[in-house]
């Protein structure tokens, strides 16, 4: 999918966590927006021939695993976060990135998403620019976003109560 769809894939599952953990909307849409879109980093290293795009490595339910296990402690030692909020915003982070994956397993190039218990490949069968794909995913998040009460008092969740 394009980078454009995970970043707002990313947004919308950090509202989400933000509603439900009452931490600060713009944070966690910030946040869940960057785990979105964190696993296509691996473009750089493809380019370098260092690592494949959209490999195991960057690409599955082990890579986002990782994410979290490494953003808990770092949001907790280095910035001022309790552990709570630091638990919260490692779930986001496999959460984010996973769904970045899950997306990514539509195209033709596919992911191995649950590696490391499987190393089978998933593949789509749309390319990762095709702009109905793409539409449908936003359009979900849209909709997502609205039964769950986010457009219901204007843009108001963008101010924390």
């Known amino acids: 999918m394009k ?3 995970h970043f707002i894939v990313g947004a919308t599952i950090g509202l989400i966590f933000a509603k439900y953990t009452g931490m600060e909307y713009i944070l966690m849409a910030s946040a869940g927006a960057l785990f979105g879109v964190l696993p296509d980093a691996d473009i750089i290293l493809s380019a370098l021939h260092i690592a494949e795009h959209r490999g195991a490595y960057s690409h599955s ?3 986002s695993v990782i994410m ?3 953003t808990s402690p770092i949001v907790y030692l280095f910035f001022d976060f309790t552990i709570k909020e630091s638990a919260y915003l490692g779930a986001l982070a496999f959460t984010a990135s996973f ?3 899950l997306a990514d397993t539509m195209t033709y190039s596919g992911t191995r998403a649950l590696w ?3 190393d089978k490949k998933y593949r789509g069968f749309v390319r990762f620019n095709n702009i109905p794909a793409n539409l449908f995913i936003i359009v979900l998040c849209i909709v997502l976003l609205y039964f769950l009460g986010f457009f219901s008092e ?3 969740f ?4």
């Not at 963008?158 to 109560?161: G, M, P």
């Open 3 to 5: 980078w454009s769809t």
């Open 99 to 101: 769904f970045h994956t």
């Open 158 to 161: 963008v101010r924390k109560a």
């Open 61 to 63: 339910l082990g890579s």
């Open 154 to 156: 204007g843009l108001s």
């Open 68 to 70: 979290a296990i490494i």
């Open 116 to 118: 490391p218990l499987s």
